[in-house]
C-alpha cells in the first residue's frame, strides 16, 4: 500500500519528470535506496507483471480532493517511460494515452465545493504489455456512472462540467450560436461560480482541441460535438407555456427553439410535437397524451443529459479504438489503474451519492477480504498461531448486502419503477418494511429520508427523486426523431431502439440495474489480478499547499482502512523476514549456531535474547515477529557491526601482508637462481671440485625436499665425467624452474580470489552501513521535527509569561508614580514654610544693611568733629579701622549664615528636609516588588527616571507644573534666591 499526500502543487522535483530515471534503473537503485513514491508502486506491479506473468490492477481511492485523478496521471506517464513509450509523440500509444487526459478532464470533471477538478465518474484503464519484452502496446477505458444532473445544474459554489465553460469562453462561441452573454444561460450561472481560481477557460478550450486531434477526433466530429453541447446550453433558454390541460413552446422562446432544431438537423415541428405529446397506439388506434408543464421541462431536461451522455461515451469509444485492437491485446498481460470517485456526504445527498457510496463500500469490503483475511491464511500457512486477531478484522458485508441484497436498497427500487403507479413514498414505506432490524439502516421520522451506516461514516439521504433518476429514460419517440437528423454525427451518436423481448411487455433496463451490473464485472476484473492500493489523501479541506489538519487526515486514514491495517498486522507479527535473510542478517548475534543450517542458527538467537512465542515465531519460510524485538535485533546488530568490520579489516590486512612477503620470498628466490647459475658458469675456470660442492650445499639447503635427487658424494663427482654433471645440473635448474612456475600461478590465483573476496565483503558491509546510515537520518529528522514543535511550545509560554510580567511591571510603575505624586505636594508645603523663613531672614538682613548704614555714619561724624586733625593719628585711625571691621565682620557673619539656611546644598536646609520627607516616605515598604528589583538601584545619578537606594536617600523631586517661574534650560527656580548676594544660583532638579 502506498500513501500519497495531495501537495497542490505537482511542480515540486519530487513529481517532476527528470527524477524519474532514479525510479526507472532498477538495477542501480533498490527500494531503500529511494524515498517513497507511487512511481515505486507503480514499478513493483510492472515487475510483478513480468516475472509472475500475472495482469496486475492500481486501485487508486480517496475522497474528493485527494490528488487521485493526478495521481493515476503520474503513474500513466511512468509506465509509459518504463515500458519505453515515446511521450512526446501524439502519433505513439503512450502519447496518445496522456493527451487523452485533457479531453477526458474537460467533458467528464467539474469544480465542486472539494475540488476544483473532481472527477464526476469513474474510470478503469486498463495498459497493455507485450508478453515478451513488457513493451506498450495499447489501452483501454471503461466508463462508470457519468453523474447526468450536472450537466444542467450545480449546487451553490460550484459549476457543471468544464467542457461548457470551454466552450462559451473560446474563440469559436459565436460560431456555434452562443452570440449572448455568458449569465443568460442559465446552466452556467446555476452555482454563482463562472471561474476558478488560476484556470484559463479558453486556452483550456485550445489544448482541448489539440487533444482531440492527437487522439484521431476528425474535424467535422468536434465540430459536431461542439455544436451539440452549444444546443444543449440554448435548449435549457427553451420554456414553455400552459394550454389548456397540455403545454406548448412560449413565444418568446421561438426563435431560440428553432436554432436548437437546427443545431440538432431535424423539424422543429416535429421536435416540439414530441416534448409537448406522447402518443401510443392502442388496438391500431393511435392515442396523443398531451404533457403538463412539469413533463414537458422534464423531457427537455431528459433529452439534454441523454445527448451530453451520449457525446461521452462516443469519446471514450474513440479513445479506445484509437489506441487498441483486440487482436493486438489479446493475448497481453495487462495494469489496469481505477480512479473512482471518493466517498460523498453533503448536506443533501441523493441516488448519485448511494451509487457512489456504493463503489466505494464495496472495494473496501474487497480490501478487507483480500488483505487482512490473506494476511491470517498466509499466518496460517506458516503454522503462525495468532488466536487474538481471529474476531478483529473489519466486516463490511452487512452494508453491501443492505444496498444490493434482494430486499435490498436498488431491488426495492427497481421493483418500484416497474410499476406504473410507483412513486418514491411506497419505496420508502417498503424499504422500512424490510430493513427496519437492519442494525446499518435507520429511517428519519421527518420527510422521505433514511440514514446508511457505511464503512467510513453514517450518510443520510434523500429518497425524493430516486424513482425518476433511477428511470432516466428517453423518450422512444424523441431517441427516434434523432436517428433520423440529417447529421450523420448525431445519428452515430443516436444508440439503437431497445427491441422489446415481447410485444405485450417492453424491456427496461434502470440505472440501478445497469449501475450494479458494471460494478460487479469491475469487481471480477481486479479479483482476477494482483491488486495493489494508493491510498490518496487530502491535507486540509483549504485546497491549499503546506497546509494540514490532523483530524481530518486520521479520519481518512482510518476509513481508509490504514490505522486498521496497521492494527492487525501488530497483532499478526508485523515483521516477516525469509529464513535466509534473517540467518545471514542476525546469525551471527547468535552462540553456537555457528556451521550449522538456517534453523540452528535462527534458534541460536531467539534463545540468546529469550524471546518468547509471543514475541516471535518460526514459520515454514519465514521468520515472524513483533516490531520490540525486532529492534532488539537491530540495535545489538549495530552495536556489534563495528567491533565485527574491524575484526575483518585486522584479518584481511594480515592476509594481505602475508600475500606480500610470500612474494618478496618468491623474488628472493629468483635472485638466489640466477646468483647459482652465474655460480655454475665460473666453475669451469675456478675448478670443478670446489664450484660443484659450493652449488650442492646451497642447493640442497634451499631445497630440502629434492635432496634424495640431487645428493651426489664426492665420490661420485670424482667418477663421473664432467659431461654427465652439468647434463644433471641442468635438468635439476630446469625441474626447479617449472616447481617455481607453478608456485607462482598458484600465488597469483589465491591473490585473485582473496581480491575478490575482500571486495564483495566490503561491497555487503558497505551496503549494510548505508541502511543504517538512513535509518539514523530518519531518527534525526524525527527528533528535529520532535524538537522544533517543542521550541513553538516554549516560545508560545514565553510570550504568555512576558506578557504577564509587562503587566505586573506597568501596575507597579502606575503605584510608584501615585506615590511619587502624593510626597510632591508634600513637598511643595515644606517649601511654603521654608518660603516664609526666607521673607524673614530678607527682612533681617535689611536690618543689617541699615545698622552698617548707621555705623558708617557715625564714622564720618566722628570723622567731621576731629575735623581731620587727629586722622592721621594712629589711636584714632585704629579705633576707626576697627570699628568699621567689627561691624563688617558682624554682618558678613549674619549673612552668610542667612545664605547657609536657604542654599540647596546647605546640610542644615536641604538634607534636614530630605531627612524629613525619607521619614515619613519609604518606597521599598510601600511597594515590596521594587525592593528587588536590583537592576533598578544601579541606575546612573544623572539619568532622568527617579531611582533611590535607601531611606537616607529619597527619590528626587520633580518641579510642580504649577509653578510659574523657570530658567532657560527647563529647571525651576524659586522666586528670590538668585536675587541675593552670596545665595547659590543652583537650582531645584
Not at 514543535?789 to 510603575?813: P, Q, T
Not at 549664615?897 to 521599598?924: F, H, V
Request: glycine content about 6%.
Amino acid at each position: 500500500m502506498c500513501i500519497a499526500i495531495n501537495p497542490y502543487n505537482f511542480a515540486i522535483p519530487w513529481y517532476k519528470e527528470d527524477q524519474m530515471p532514479m525510479y526507472l534503473n532498477t538495477e542501480s537503485n533498490t527500494a531503500s535506496d529511494l524515498l517513497p513514491h507511487i512511481w515505486m508502486t507503480a514499478k513493483d506491479a510492472y515487475m510483478n507483471m513480468k516475472l509472475e506473468q500475472r495482469n496486475q490492477c492500481l486501485v487508486v481511492t480517496g475522497e474528493s480532493g485527494a490528488g487521485k485523478t493526478e495521481a493515476v496521471k503520474s503513474v500513466m506517464r511512468f509506465l509509459t517511460s518504463l515500458s519505453g513509450g515515446n511521450l512526446t509523440s501524439p502519433g505513439e500509444i503512450a502519447g496518445k494515452l496522456l493527451q487523452a487526459n485533457p479531453v477526458m478532464e474537460a467533458f467528464g470533471n467539474a469544480k465542486t465545493l472539494r475540488n476544483d477538478n473532481s472527477s464526476r465518474f469513474g474510470k478503469f484503464v486498463k495498459i497493455y504489455f507485450s508478453q515478451n519484452g513488457g513493451k506498450l502496446v495499447g489501452a483501454h477505458t471503461t466508463k462508470y456512472l457519468l453523474e447526468k444532473s450536472r450537466v444542467l445544474s450545480a449546487a451553490e459554489g460550484e459549476r457543471i462540467y468544464h467542457s461548457f465553460y470551454l466552450l462559451a469562453k473560446g474563440k469559436d462561441a459565436r460560431k456555434y450560436g452562443l452570440d449572448r452573454p455568458l449569465n443568460e444561460y442559465a446552466p452556467l450561472v446555476k452555482g454563482n461560480c463562472m471561474d476558478i481560481a488560476g484556470v484559463n477557460d479558453a486556452a483550456d478550450y485550445e489544448q482541448c482541441c489539440k487533444a482531440m486531434d492527437d487522439i484521431g477526433v476528425l474535424a467535422a466530429e468536434k465540430e459536431g460535438i461542439w455544436r451539440l453541447l452549444a444546443s444543449i446550453l440554448m435548449f435549457q433558454q427553451v420554456v414553455f407555456e400552459a394550454e389548456g390541460e397540455g403545454s406548448r413552446i412560449a413565444a418568446p422562446s421561438e426563435i431560440c427553439f428553432k436554432k436548437v432544431a437546427g443545431a440538432l438537423e431535424v423539424e422543429s415541428a416535429d421536435l416540439a410535437r414530441e416534448l409537448t405529446s406522447t402518443r401510443t397506439t392502442a388496438r391500431n388506434e393511435v392515442i396523443t397524451r398531451h404533457h403538463s408543464l412539469a413533463v414537458a421541462f422534464e423531457t427537455r431536461d431528459a433529452l439534454c443529459k441523454a445527448l451530453y451522455d451520449w457525446i461521452f461515451d462516443w469519446l471514450v469509444n474513440k479513445l479506445n479504438d484509437s489506441l487498441s485492437t483486440p487482436e493486438i491485446c489479446s493475448g497481453c498481460f495487462f495494469i489496469g489503474l481505477l480512479d473512482i470517485f471518493g466517498f460523498e456526504n453533503f448536506p443533501c445527498n441523493s441516488f448519485e451519492q448511494l451509487c457512489i457510496n456504493l463503489t466505494n463500500e464495496t472495494l473496501q469490503n474487497h480490501y478487507n477480504s483480500f488483505v487482512f483475511h490473506h494476511d491470517l491464511e498466509d499466518c496460517r500457512n506458516e503454522g503462525i498461531d495468532i488466536p487474538s486477531a481471529e474476531g478483529n478484522i473489519p466486516d463490511n458485508t452487512v452494508c453491501v448486502n443492505l444496498i444490493t441484497g434482494k430486499l435490498g436498497v436498488l431491488a426495492l427500487l427497481n421493483e418500484e419503477c416497474k410499476l406504473a403507479r410507483g412513486t418514491d413514498e411506497t419505496f420508502m414505506a417498503k424499504l422500512d418494511e424490510a430493513q427496519n432490524k437492519c442494525p446499518c439502516f435507520t429511517k428519519k421520522r421527518i420527510g422521505r429520508a433514511f440514514q446508511i451506516k457505511h464503512y467510513a461514516q453514517e450518510v443520510t439521504y434523500d429518497a425524493d427523486g430516486f424513482r425518476g433518476k433511477n428511470l432516466d429514460s428517453l423518450k422512444e419517440g424523441i431517441q427516434a426523431l434523432l436517428s433520423k437528423s440529417k447529421s450523420s454525427f448525431l445519428r452515430a451518436l443516436c444508440p439503437s431502439l431497445p427491441q422489446p423481448a415481447d410485444s405485450r411487455k417492453p424491456a427496461a433496463r434502470t440505472v440501478a440495474s445497469y449501475f450494479t451490473d458494471q460494478l460487479k464485472s469491475l469487481m471480477a476484473t481486479i479479483e482476477a489480478t494482483n491488486p495493489s492500493w494508493i491510498r490518496c489523501i487530502k491535507p486540509h479541506p483549504a485546497k491549499q499547499a503546506r497546509m494540514w489538519d490532523g483530524c481530518s487526515i486520521v479520519h481518512q486514514l482510518s476509513t481508509a482502512g490504514v490505522l486498521e491495517t496497521v492494527r492487525i498486522r501488530k497483532t499478526t507479527f508485523p515483521i516477516r523476514i525469509p529464513k535466509s535473510a534473517f540467518a545471514s542478517k542476525f546469525g551471527i548475534l547468535g552462540r553456537g549456531g555457528f556451521g550449522k543450517g538456517a534453523d540452528s542458527r535462527i534458534e541460536a538467537v531467539l534463545d540468546h535474547f529469550k524471546f518468547t512465542p509471543q514475541d516471535c515465531q518460526i514459520g515454514t519460510t519465514r521468520v515472524f515477529m513483533l516490531n520490540g524485538p525486532y529492534q532488539t535485533l537491530e540495535e545489538e546488530s549495530q552495536r556489534n557491526s563495528i567491533g565485527f568490520a574491524k575484526n575483518l579489516q585486522a584479518w584481511v590486512r594480515s592476509y594481505l601482508t602475508r600475500l606480500v612477503q610470500s612474494e618478496l620470498e618468491l623474488q628472493e628466490t629468483k635472485r638466489f637462481l640466477k646468483r647459482t647459475m652465474r655460480g655454475v658458469l665460473l666453475g669451469q675456470a675456478r675448478g670443478r671440485k670446489r664450484i660443484i660442492r659450493s652449488w650442492q650445499r646451497e642447493t640442497l639447503h634451499l631445497l630440502p625436499g629434492l635432496e634424495d635427487s640431487v645428493r651426489i658424494t664426492l665420490t661420485g663427482m670424482e667418477r663421473t665425467s664432467r659431461d654427465d654433471v652439468y647434463r644433471a645440473i641442468r635438468e635439476l635448474i630446469v625441474e626447479y624452474q617449472k616447481y617455481l612456475r607453478s608456485l607462482a600461478v598458484a600465488m597469483q590465483r589465491e591473490e585473485v580470489d582473496l581480491r575478490e573476496k575482500v571486495i564483495f565483503t566490503e561491497s555487503a558491509w558497505r551496503r549494510y552501513f548505508q541502511d543504517v546510515w538512513n535509518v539514523e537520518i530518519q531518527i534525526v529528522r524525527a527528533i528535529e521535527a520532535i524538537t522544533e514543535r517543542f521550541m513553538l511550545s516554549c516560545e508560545a509560554l514565553w510570550s504568555e509569561e512576558h506578557s504577564e510580567f509587562v503587566l505586573i511591571v506597568d501596575l507597579s510603575l502606575e503605584s510608584f508614580q501615585e506615590a511619587r505624586r502624593i510626597d510632591e505636594k508634600r513637598f511643595f508645603a515644606f517649601l511654603e514654610v521654608l518660603k516664609r523663613q526666607r521673607q524673614a531672614a530678607q527682612a533681617e538682613g535689611v536690618l543689617l544693611e541699615q545698622d552698617m548704614i548707621n555705623a558708617r555714619r557715625e564714622r564720618d561724624l566722628l570723622n567731621r568733629k576731629f575735623d581731620g586733625r587727629h586722622v592721621g593719628s594712629p589711636n584714632v585711625q585704629q579705633l576707626a579701622e576697627n570699628a568699621e571691621t567689627t561691624t563688617e565682620r558682624i554682618h558678613r557673619r549674619k549673612l552668610d549664615a542667612c545664605s547657609r539656611s536657604l542654599s540647596p546644598s546647605s546640610t542644615d536646609g536641604t538634607e534636614q528636609m530630605s531627612d524629613a520627607i525619607a521619614a515619613r516616605w519609604s518606597p521599598t515598604e510601600s511597594y515590596p516588588y521594587l525592593s528587588s528589583r536590583r537592576s533598578l538601584r544601579s541606575a546612573s545619578p544623572e539619568s532622568t527616571s527617579p531611582v533611590f537606594t535607601s531611606r537616607s536617600s529619597p527619590p528626587p523631586l520633580l518641579p510642580s507644573p504649577n509653578r510659574s517661574t523657570a530658567s532657560p534650560t527647563g529647571s525651576w527656580i524659586y522666586p528670590g534666591l538668585s536675587r541675593r548676594p552670596g545665595i547659590s544660583r543652583k537650582p531645584f532638579t
